[in-house]
């Protein structure tokens, strides 16, 4: 069993950035590869980014592209999404989730474990 809490979230005006956290329990973190998603009132969930346990290789939505960056710090058993140039379409509840296995996936269902959300919300 593995509880992911998100931290991080908030209101800023475009164009300025926010990193979200995510913390895991367990002793097992660096076995997940952890996902961020994201859900805009009115659609559904999407992918955001993604990263293996090692931490080695990522994914990156093409919408977050050369503004949102995966990391994560298995001695703190937390995953970063660091989100830079904010705009208001990125506004959205976020989520980080857990993946049991070595690849990096970017299906919702394909996710073991789900954090509560954050809310962020960029204005214009």
């Known amino acids: 069993q593995v509880q992911l809490v998100e931290s991080g979230g908030g209101l800023v005006q475009a164009g300025g950035s926010l990193r979200l956290s995510c913390a895991a329990s367990?002793?097992?973190?660096?076995?997940?590869?952890m996902g961020w998603f994201r859900q805009a009132p009115g659609k559904e969930r999407a992918f955001v980014a993604a990263?293996?346990?090692?931490?080695?290789?990522?994914y990156v939505a093409d919408s977050v592209k050369g503004r949102f960056t995966i990391s994560r710090d298995n001695a703190k058993n937390t995953v970063y999404l660091q989100m830079n140039s904010l705009k208001p379409e990125d506004t959205a509840v976020y989520y980080c989730?857990?993946?049991?296995?070595?690849?990096?996936?970017?299906?919702?269902?394909?996710?073991?474990?789900w954090g509560q959300g954050t809310q962020v919300t960029v204005s214009s």
């Open positions: 367990g002793r097992t973190f660096s076995m997940y590869a």
């Open positions: 990263i293996s346990g090692s931490g080695g290789s990522t």
């Open positions: 989730a857990a993946d049991f296995t070595v690849v990096v996936r970017t299906r919702d269902y394909e996710y073991d474990y």
